[in-house]
């Protein structure tokens, strides 16, 4: 499960985020879960809870918010938000190939809470 090693590495950019902006106890984490990236919501919360006891991070909140894949059709430039993420027909021309992903590629943390 690769949502471990993508806690693991969020935990070390947390810290150092924390440190570098001189936040008390942390309260709570917002990710946002792209869903391209790759990663499976409740997986990731499952690894926060798993990896985060005995750690300085232990009792902060994991919220993962699901942003929804968004593309702009290659031919009449039309935004839409694909159902199926292996073909997107544009609803406006029918086009499905040469597409620009504009939201929903990135797994990322948003903001940091502290007490
Ligand atoms: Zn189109």
Redesign the pocket.
């Known amino acids: 499960m690769h949502e471990l090693s993508l806690v693991q590495s969020m935990m070390t950019i947390i810290l150092e985020e924390r440190d570098r902006h001189g936040l008390g106890k942390l309260t709570r984490v917002k990710v946002k879960n792209g869903a391209l990236a790759g990663a499976v919501t409740d997986a990731l919360t499952f690894a926060w809870e798993a990896l985060t006891p005995g750690s300085e991070l232990e009792g902060v909140e994991l919220l993962v918010e699901d942003v929804p894949l968004r593309v702009r059709?290659?031919?009449?430039?039309?935004e839409f938000e694909p159902e199926d993420r292996h073909y997107m027909p544009?609803?406006?021309?029918?086009?499905f190939l040469g597409h620009t992903v504009l939201a929903g590629k990135e797994l990322f943390i948003e903001s940091l809470e502290a007490e």
């Open positions: 059709c290659g031919a009449c430039g039309v544009c609803p406006s021309c029918g086009e």
